[in-house]
């Protein structure tokens, strides 16, 4: 039997326009969900924080999804009572989680399965954290199939569980109202900084229920931009986020180790990165990205050492600067889009040190 042999294909994707505009331009990059790679989306949009719209054509167009089938909340009927703040996307079971609040006293809880229908998920309730001091930030997240928040408002920093009907608190800090970062979730850990007169990184194990102050990053805030609060994983040990300097208030990349317990301040990098839990980790995809928020370029995350390398200047592609990057998907502050894209075919020759190398197309 004679064997044939397929010469391996290089591949190469770089950030291509795609002469669409989105009308609605993301609140933040983390509230703008790619659902798959060919381009369907849902987002909360700039200026509208209790609606939520999908788009299935790359953001060409966009519907109003009711995210209030029950009309509990009066209105127009399809809203939230208060700003989407945060979601976790679910991806395998193809559900997202939501958690609203205004600063107000409640934080609003919901789901959203869009496994039937992505067009016409379907929303569930689920429940409220009622009877508090003035919220002052809060996440949702998950271990494992369990639901959690983790909230801070005027008295205490506190996780609480989902356990159907209710939210059942796991474990509480003393805290006044500070700034949160978003959490990252490694195994049954979860970690988040909050901001009190400094960074301070904390952890959630689920196992034993229990928070636990791990490192403190003295002379340093969190930025004051949502798209600035992510914090990455690089998938073998590392940490990744953006701090601002007392010093000389500029942002700067800061690493922490977890095994060893250290931490690094990297160059300044004034970059909005993804978050850990909006990457897929599959190819061509495997580490978060993050884009400049004065400058119209892409970043990696590096593994195993911390730090960001540069994926691509898309200055010749986009005259205003960058305002959302999901893994396959990019957009600017004017709502221009741009996908990451397979354009291995499109090369004809490699220019490098010694001379050039044709690359034969077929």
């Not at 209790?50 to 009927?77: C, F, N, Q, R, V």
């Not at 496994?115 to 689920?126: D, G, I, K």
């Not at 500029?250 to 931490?263: E, V």
């Not at 884009?291 to 370029?297: A, L, P, V």
Request: proline share 3%; aromatic share 10%; glycine share 6%.
């Amino acid at each position: 039997i004679d064997l044939i042999r397929e010469e391996p294909k290089m591949q190469h994707r770089r950030y291509k326009d795609i002469s669409i505009t989105s009308a609605k331009i993301p609140v933040n990059t983390h509230l703008w969900l790619e659902i798959n790679s060919s381009g369907s989306f849902y987002v909360v949009g700039t200026g509208d924080l209790t609606h939520l719209w999908y788009s299935a054509d790359k953001m060409d167009t966009e519907a109003k999804i009711d995210i209030d089938p029950g009309d509990a909340w009066g209105g127009d009927t399809d809203h939230r009572p208060a700003n989407i703040i945060s979601a976790w996307h679910d991806v395998d079971n193809k559900i997202i989680y939501f958690c609203d609040h205004s600063s107000g006293n409640t934080i609003y809880a919901w789901s959203l399965d869009y496994s039937a229908s992505e067009s016409s998920p379907t929303v569930t309730e689920m429940g409220t954290i009622a009877g508090l001091t003035t919220v002052g930030d809060v996440d949702i997240f998950m271990i494992g199939t369990d639901i959690f928040m983790w909230y801070v408002d005027t008295l205490e920093l506190t996780v609480v569980k989902w356990v159907d009907p209710n939210w059942v608190n796991q474990d509480t800090a003393i805290s006044t109202s500070h700034p949160l970062s978003k959490i990252v979730v490694i195994g049954t850990i979860a970690y988040i900084l909050l901001d009190a007169d400094f960074p301070i990184l904390f952890s959630y194990t689920n196992g034993t229920t229990t928070m636990a102050s791990i490192e403190s990053f003295i002379g340093t805030s969190l930025p004051g931009s949502e798209n600035l609060l992510a914090i990455t994983y690089d998938g073998a040990n590392i940490l990744n986020f953006i701090l601002n300097l007392d010093a000389d208030g500029k942002n700067y990349l800061y690493s922490y180790n977890i095994s060893g317990d250290s931490q690094i301040r990297h160059a300044e990098f004034n970059v909005a990165l993804m978050l850990d839990r909006n990457n897929r980790a599959t190819v061509p995809n495997e580490l978060e990205k993050g884009f400049g928020i004065s400058n119209e370029i892409v970043y990696e995350i590096k593994a195993r050492r911390g730090g960001l390398i540069q994926l691509q200047d898309v200055s010749a592609l986009s005259d205003v600067n960058l305002i959302a990057i999901t893994d396959n998907f990019l957009m600017n502050a004017d709502g221009d889009m741009f996908e990451f894209a397979e354009v291995s075919s499109e090369i004809d020759e490699i220019e490098y040190d010694y001379g050039i190398i044709g690359i034969p197309q077929v």
